[in-house]
């Protein structure tokens, strides 16, 4: 497994290349809820806030937007 900053053409690449078996989106989960869906519609990815990061409350959590 690896992890760090990966985009969708990244983590294929390296799983493509043989350099891992799994790829983990960590930060871009926490702003895209719906990750493997958007990078099968080519969907666009929302930006994650790292100062709500480690924070009390929903803000940074649970309020960002799913795809319709």
Do not use: C, H, W
Request: hydrophobic residues 30%; aromatic residues 14%; negative net charge.
């Amino acid at each position: 497994m690896i992890n760090n900053k990966f985009t969708q053409e990244k983590g294929n690449s390296v799983i493509q290349e043989n350099l891992a078996d799994l790829v983990a989106f960590g930060r871009l989960f926490i702003s895209n809820p719906d990750l493997p869906k958007r990078f099968e519609l080519n969907g666009d990815i929302a930006r994650y806030d790292k100062l709500t990061f480690y924070t009390p409350g929903e803000k940074g959590y649970t309020d960002y937007p799913s795809l319709p």
